[in-house]
């Protein structure tokens, strides 16, 4: 079997600015330093008087953001995750989910995977700090294909929407051909009985693996990518908890706050069943080899069947 295609997302986010430019003539770009790293460099360099370097000053790219859209202009601000959600946290709060602006913010290099980066880059709280902002949307796309997708969707969403990307090349398990993005809907990749594994971004494609491996173990794994973080596709895991009565959520993000936590509010108001997370528990990372350190936190095809076993078992 021939080896999967493997694309950083960081990769899909720069080479879509660039393909969707033309159609979208209002749409800007804005990063604080990090354009070669974020990738929105092939943006600029076809793009150049589109594209503003605010330098290393986050707080104000997202207010110079809200300030751009404010005008009619379809902002993509671009920094890394640690930086966009952590740093400039309070400006995205009050000066563009406030008035509800379309800013859209690019944050790449988040979670463990950042490697050898270490603990202070390696941002593992974003999704839950950007959930607490009213009207805020939330996409972590899973491989090139849905993140592609998902920078399209995020210009014809009205209001702010934050769009995590990953540093690591990412396997490109969905088939273009047969590849439909709606945001706030999630998708059912494999069907099963016994339990459900609820999974997002970089974490989807060990889901499956782990689905597939379950399944010839004699246990039927069924398998759900949510891209959407926030809104929820509430009815898909309702719908999952009714039917298979255990749900493990695996995600590259903190078990606090992030989609672990999502999904167990939505079924402890709704449908109370069994929920299992995995994620990065209340730890900071360490500096490594990204594939190295996603094995030494449980975030692999490995840890998720052996969960599952114990789940079901």
């Known amino acids: 079997m021939a080896e999967m295609k493997k694309v950083a997302t960081r990769e899909s986010y720069g080479n879509a600015l660039k393909e969707l430019a033309e159609k979208y003539p209002q749409l800007v770009v804005m990063d604080a330093d990090l354009a070669g790293a974020t ?26 953001a809200a300030g751009l859209a404010a005008c009619g202009k379809i902002v993509f601000a671009s920094t890394f995750a640690m930086f966009a959600a952590g740093r400039a946290y309070e400006i995205i709060r009050n000066s563009i989910g406030y008035p509800h602006l379309s800013v859209k ?3 790449t290099h988040a979670g463990i995977s950042v490697g050898e980066d270490g603990a202070t880059h390696q941002c593992c709280e974003d999704i839950a700090l950007m959930r607490t902002i009213p009207g805020m ?24 929407v934050y769009l995590r990307f990953g540093r ?39 889901a499956l693996e782990a689905g597939r491996a379950l399944e010839a173990q004699g246990i039927s794994a069924r398998v759900v990518n949510i891209h959407t973080i926030k809104p929820l ?5 309702l719908k999952a908890a009714a039917e298979t009565g255990k749900l493990l959520t695996v995600e590259e993000h903190s078990v606090i706050g992030g989609l672990g936590s999502a999904v167990a509010e939505a079924v402890c108001e709704k449908c109370p069943c069994i929920v299992r997370r995995i994620g990065v528990n209340d730890e900071f990372g360490t500096s490594g080899p990204a594939l190295d350190l996603l094995k ?5 095809a490995e840890h998720i069947i052996e969960t599952a076993k114990s789940m079901v078992g």
Request: charged letters at 25%; one cysteine or more.
């Open 137 to 160: 949307t939330i996409i972590n796309p899973a491989d090139d294909i849905e993140a592609r997708a998902a920078v399209e969707a995020a210009i014809q969403k009205d209001g702010p």
């Open 39 to 64: 990738k929105t460099e092939i943006f600029k360099k076809a793009y150049p008087d589109r594209f503003f370097d605010c330098g290393i000053a986050e707080g104000n790219m997202m207010a110079a």
């Open 105 to 107: 913010i690019g944050a």
């Open 168 to 206: 690591l090349a990412a396997p490109v398990f969905n088939d273009p051909a047969a590849y439909h993005f709606e945001l706030g809907k999630g998708i059912t990749l494999q069907d099963g009985r016994d339990l459900t594994i609820i999974a997002t971004g970089l974490m989807v494609n060990e």
């Open 233 to 237: 596709d509430e009815e898909l895991v």
């Open 296 to 300: 030494r936190f449980g975030l692999s």
